[in-house]
């Protein structure tokens, strides 16, 4: 499996995520698609089904006004009655903000606040710097990013927040810094117990289906925890993910058009990390029989849960 993972992320492309360059395979994989939208629903909206999906989801400026809700799966779906994420509050500072991602499902918005309330405890960080969520009503996205659809994908910062004091144009040129050396396989310098005591913070949280990680950071996490273990099952090695750790909850109770990916497998994952960190010393030889990479259709409307074609005409 992880050979098959290693030689798909050979042959990406380049594309933007959390502030830095990063290959679209770092995007975690794909979540079951859901009912495609209804024919009916969209010729009454007058919205093209047809239309590219990220055009019409990349022009919204607000959340839609309706009920709370994320419609199909993380990296295929939408969000109705997204909530912002105050620029600006006591333990974080979201970043970019030219790109209007800071828009989440409600309960997306309060584990920020509470997780960013165990960071400031962490000595050097007075909280944390929010990377992209999604867009105002979810939806596909004109650069960047498979998943973060749905409201319920963070990125957040490995950059210690030690100044929230800091103002529009600095949000835009700071950049996050890499936690990385050879590739990935072991954690740098700038690696310090409090990211272990915040990933650890972040993964017990009950909401969280997923973190996302670089391969050493997860290593690095299974060497040093001498206690419970049990948070680092939710702690998955990817590609990418040096310069922030990306954060997937689950979906929230009682919300039945959004779709769950499977929960990691059993145990803590450690070994299959470490495999993944050989794999990255010592790459084996690529497959002569693998097939050849299918090239990724964009998604039109039509793709989209069909509650989608609602949460982009709703106002
Ligand atoms: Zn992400």
Redesign the pocket.
Known sequence: MVRVLTALGLITLLAT??GRPERVSS?PPPAPSVEPAGRLLVAQSNIDPAALAKTLFGAKRDGSPQSPAPFGGYAKGCLAGGAQLPETGPTWQAMRLSRNRNWGHPETIAYIKRLSARAAAQPGWNGLYIG?ISQPRGGPMLTG?R??QIGL?I?IWMRPADNLGLSRTDRENISSISMRRMKGAFTNGNWTRAHHQILKAAASDPAVARI?VFPGAKVQMCNDETGDRAWLRKIRPWWGHHY?F?VRLKCPAGTSGCVNQDPPPPGDGCAGAEEWVRNILNPPPPDPNAPPPKPRREYVLADLPKQCVQVLSSR
């Open positions: 995520c959390g995007a992209d990013h998943s973060h994908d990125d996302f922030h990306h």
